[in-house]
């Protein structure tokens, strides 16, 4: 029932997706969002995080590196590379299942935001700048799936108007993970997708 559940989502995302040409991708940029704000970290073209964007729809910005870990970068090395998206993972003290408010959030984002040296990039200056849960949505086989979702939302609000990602968060937490939690009223991403 799982692999069937998961199956059908995976094949609905490449489905909306499979016309796009790659040039046309947005270019999505994943890090950790280190509370220092001074570092920046690059998942490998070969990493589950990479192949989430990918899965969503959008053009990996850390293709240039190799394998399945992670390189630090400055933030140089992200402003030149101008991307259209950008997505940070965030722990426990600014998202998930136990957090009820987006103040963390939205706190980081706005700085980040209002950063000067990312005054030009695509992504701020449209605004299209988002946090994810790293331990409740980034982690393991189907938490990466309903990532890959708030992805493809983000990346394609139109191509996805019609799916409602946190039904299908609520799905895979109650049916499959067995938590009585409400996705709704709990903050796990950052603005929630139109």
């Not at 040296?117 to 605004?127: H, L, Q, R, S, T």
């Not at 708030?150 to 109650?174: G, N, R, T």
Request: charged share 25%; with cysteine.
């Amino acid at each position: 029932e799982y692999v069937d559940w998961s199956t059908e989502i995976e094949n609905m995302i490449s489905e909306k997706i499979k016309d796009i040409p790659e040039s046309e991708r947005p270019l999505a940029y994943f890090s950790g969002y280190d509370l220092d704000r001074t570092k920046f970290s690059v998942p490998g073209t070969d990493s589950y995080r990479a192949v989430m964007i990918k899965n969503a729809g959008g053009r990996y910005m850390g293709d240039e590196i190799k394998g399945t870990g992670s390189q630090s970068v400055d933030a140089e090395w992200v402003i030149a590379r101008n991307p259209d998206v950008i997505f940070f993972s965030a722990g426990n003290s600014v998202l998930g299942y136990d957090i009820y408010s987006p103040k963390n959030a939205t706190e980081a984002i706005d700085e980040f935001l209002k950063r000067p040296e990312f005054a030009d990039v695509e992504a701020v200056k449209n605004k299209q700048v988002y946090m994810i849960s790293h331990p409740y949505i980034l982690c393991g086989g189907a938490s990466g799936l309903i990532g890959s979702l708030y992805y493809a939302k983000w990346l394609y609000p139109d191509l996805f108007k019609d799916i409602d990602v946190q039904e299908v968060h609520q799905e895979f937490v109650s049916k499959f993970q067995h938590l009585d939690l409400d996705v709704n009223k709990c903050i796990s991403v950052y603005p929630l997708p139109e």
